[in-house]
């Protein structure tokens, strides 16, 4: 199993299996840096939905209780697990990355740090939870992400503008549910 993508890359793979056992072990690795519980830490993002093919990266969600107070020990917990915060700037949320080695040009992970029970916390895990309970759906989306090739678009924003109209469409379904 080959994980990572330069910056900028948009490569889409076939399912792997072995993408829920290396999210096992890198959720342990946190765990064992970090005084996070693991509750606190799940598998989103495409390479958490069974079946379809995905950028070979793992996503994964991390809640604590409050951004603004995450202090140095934390993310000298996350980089020991080899995570490195980087200087993206979102609203209610901090991206960290691993990568393949010390030239920090292939991103294997990202960590998203939102506040646990937040609008973002739920959002990504009913992503997830949505589409791996209903197989059209996921298909769907599936035929998206790989149509975005024959628009002759190129980049990860570009890539993410994208599917973006079909992301909101599910995090509506999220809101008339509750």
């Not at 995450?70 to 995570?83: N, S, V």
């Not at 990355?97 to 990202?110: C, S, V, Y």
């Not at 890539?159 to 469409?169: A, D, G, L, M």
Request: glycine share 6%; proline share 2%.
């Amino acid at each position: 199993m080959k994980l990572g993508l330069k910056k900028d890359e948009v490569v889409l793979v076939p399912h792997e299996a072995g993408w829920k056992r290396e999210f096992a072990e890198t959720k342990e690795n946190i765990l064992k840096y970090t005084s996070l519980q693991p509750h606190q830490i799940e598998h989103i993002g495409s390479t958490s939905i069974e079946g379809i093919h995905a950028k070979p990266v793992i996503d994964i969600v991390i809640g604590v209780v409050n951004l603004d107070s995450l202090g140095k020990d934390f993310f000298t917990g996350l980089k020991k697990a080899g995570f490195y915060r980087l200087q993206v700037e979102r609203p209610d949320e901090i991206v960290c990355a691993k990568f393949t080695d010390t030239t920090f040009e292939t991103k294997t992970h990202f960590i998203h740090l939102v506040e646990w029970g937040n609008k973002k916390w739920h959002q990504m895990r009913f992503f997830r939870d949505y589409l791996n309970a209903n197989e059209a759906v996921k298909k769907e989306y599936e035929l998206l992400k790989v149509a975005f090739f024959k628009t002759g678009k190129e980049g990860i924003t570009e890539y993410t503008n994208y599917k973006e109209q079909f992301v909101q469409s599910i995090f509506r379904k999220m809101d008339e549910l509750n």
